[in-house]
């Protein structure tokens, strides 16, 4: 990717600030806030003190709400660009993480806990 944005002649950073574009479309519209999807420091440190299924069953849900986020995101850029290749990629990751998102939950239900 970082490729295309020097066959572009475009900088590799966002001077206005970091994720701006995500703003709304499903996006946080603050360049302060975390990407979407991504676990808070209480998500992770209550991941670090859990063990066994519980453990588990954490992770996998950080991991689902991360997946989303990156659905996300790829659809928002499915929604803005021109670039075919760029297309391909995003829509492959939709597809890649939605897969992954049906497979983890069904490892959530393995585990004897609801879907998320």
Same mark, same amino acid.
């Given at each position: ?18 994720? %701006?574009? =995500? ?8 360049? $302060?806030?975390?990407?979407? *999807?991504?676990? $808070?420091r209480? &998500? @992770?440190?209550? @991941?670090?003190? #859990?063990?066994? +299924?519980? #453990?588990?069953? +954490?992770?996998? %849900?950080? =991991?689902?709400?991360?997946?989303? *986020?990156?659905? *996300?995101?790829?659809? #928002?850029v ?6 075919? %290749?760029?297309? +391909?990629l ?6 890649? &993480? %939605?897969?992954?998102?049906? &497979? =983890?939950?069904? =490892? @959530? ?8």
């Amino acid at each position: 990717m970082t490729a295309w944005l020097d066959e572009w002649g475009l900088p590799k950073t966002d001077p206005s600030g970091g994720m %701006r574009w =995500m703003s709304g479309h499903g996006g946080h519209g603050d360049a $302060t806030a975390a990407m979407p *999807g991504m676990a $808070t420091r209480g &998500q @992770l440190a209550e @991941l670090e003190k #859990a063990s066994g +299924r519980s #453990a588990e069953v +954490r992770f996998l %849900r950080l =991991m689902i709400a991360h997946h989303r *986020g990156g659905v *996300g995101m790829a659809e #928002a850029v499915l929604a803005r660009t021109g670039h075919d %290749r760029v297309r +391909r990629l995003a829509g492959t990751m939709v597809k890649g &993480q %939605r897969s992954e998102i049906t &497979q =983890m939950n069904a =490892m @959530l239900r393995d585990r004897g806990a609801p879907g998320a």
